[in-house]
């Protein structure tokens, strides 16, 4: 039913298309927001984009650095401990496949894994994050250990606008506006209830982008895909490390 409304999507659209319109060369990075807007620019803009954020990250790891926010040591545990964490992640996405593999073959019988279990390795995954950042929690601060996990993402950035630039903008635009949240953060003298709301609200990008992402594969590719979909949310959890601050210990107004 999905394929032949598709279809006939894609037909009544180029059946409606001129023939003497322009027809752009290159490629183009496309993605949609919500099912609702589409987004698209050519993939000549990915490498200078990419090349700008990344200036742009290393300004931020300037000025928190300056600031005293942030330490060059505690940067680097943030990345390997952001990095462990995916390799975690992925670890769990195996474990979970051998052990559906293995009761269909003590059942004499193919599961169907559903979105329940889909939901219980995502608990599962999160519980594991936790477990792994709670040493690191007591080494390094959290602005330490939240830019760390930026640098991860740089770093994927980087692979994927040298070999799929067509899927960068899945760290792009969420990288850009976490960026923009480090350097709202280090400006500021205190971590207010405010300031705390729009950290949050910055990570909504990467939330609009990765989960839709990560349920379509599931989707599509069925429970294997959990090696796939443990590690893109263990990246959604290396985003949302700012919001393991103390309530308690915020204030009210700045």
């Given at each position: ?119 219980v390795f995502v608990l599962l995954t999160v519980a594991v994050a936790v477990v792994l950042y709670r040493r690191s929690f007591r080494k390094a601060t959290i602005e330490n250990l939240a830019l760390g996990a930026l640098a991860g993402w740089l770093l994927l950035l980087i692979i ?95």
């Amino acid at each position: 039913q999905h394929h032949g409304t598709y279809a006939l999507a894609l037909a009544q659209h180029f059946g409606n298309v001129s023939f003497d319109t322009p027809v752009s060369s290159g490629n183009a990075v496309y993605f949609d927001v919500l099912g609702r807007w589409l987004v698209h620019y050519s993939t000549s803009w990915v490498l200078p984009a990419t090349v700008l954020l990344t200036i742009l990250f290393v300004a931020v790891m300037w000025f928190g650095s300056k600031r005293r926010k942030i330490t060059v040591p505690g940067v680097a545990l943030g990345l390997m401990s952001f990095i462990a964490a995916i390799f975690a992640a992925f670890a769990i996405g195996m474990l979970g496949l051998g052990l559906i593999s293995y009761a269909n073959s003590a059942l004499g019988r193919e599961a169907n894994p559903d979105e329940i279990y889909l939901g219980v390795f995502v608990l599962l995954t999160v519980a594991v994050a936790v477990v792994l950042y709670r040493r690191s929690f007591r080494k390094a601060t959290i602005e330490n250990l939240a830019l760390g996990a930026l640098a991860g993402w740089l770093l994927l950035l980087i692979i994927t606008s040298l070999i799929a630039p067509g899927s960068s903008y899945l760290f792009f635009w969420p990288l850009l506006f976490c960026l923009a949240a480090r350097l709202i953060m280090f400006r500021a003298e205190t971590t207010t209830l405010a300031l705390f709301a729009l950290q949050l609200l910055l990570v909504l990008p990467a939330v609009v982008l990765l989960v839709p992402m990560a349920y379509s594969i599931f989707v599509a590719l069925g429970f294997p895909s959990v090696m796939i979909v443990a590690p893109m949310l263990m990246l959604l959890f290396g985003l949302l490390i700012p919001q393991f601050t103390p309530t308690q210990t915020l204030p009210l107004m700045r």
